[in-house]
Nanobody
Framework: QVQLVESGGGLVQAGGSLRLSCAAS????????MGWFRQAPGKEREFVAS????????TLANSVKGRFTISRDNAKNTMYLQMNTLKPEDTAVYYC?????????WGKGTPVTVSS
């Protein structure tokens, strides 16, 4: 059974930083492309960033380019999202999943709130 557990969210002031983690189990993590997604209040879930199985190829949504960095440690079955220069519009629940996502793999997410 695949389990993805997100952590690291919290309340931060605009301009601050957070580092999210996604701990994966029950899947061959080192051969699966992964991604971060977010859902803001009242909005649909959207793509944030993706990383291929090796970590060599990454893609970022235009809204986070230059501020967020995605990475992974296959030895630890963990993916990360370093978020810098946070803005109030980054406020959302952040989720990790395969990229493209698998419906049954969604976890509970980790909430991020950026105050102005």
């Amino acid at each position: 059974q695949v389990q993805l557990v997100e952590s690291g969210g919290g309340l931060v002031q605009a301009g601050g930083s957070l580092r999210l983690s996604c701990a994966a189990s029950g899947l061959p993590f080192d051969i699966v492309g992964m991604g971060w997604f977010r859902q803001a209040p009242g909005k649909e879930r959207e793509f944030v960033a993706s990383i291929n199985y090796s970590g060599r190829i990454t893609t970022l949504a235009n809204s986070v380019k230059g501020r967020f960095t995605i990475s992974r440690d296959n030895a630890k079955n963990t993916m990360y999202l370093q978020m810098n220069t946070l803005k109030p519009e980054d406020t959302a629940v952040y989720y990790c999943n395969r990229n493209p996502p698998v419906m049954d793999w969604w976890g509970k997410g980790t909430p991020v709130t950026v105050s102005s």
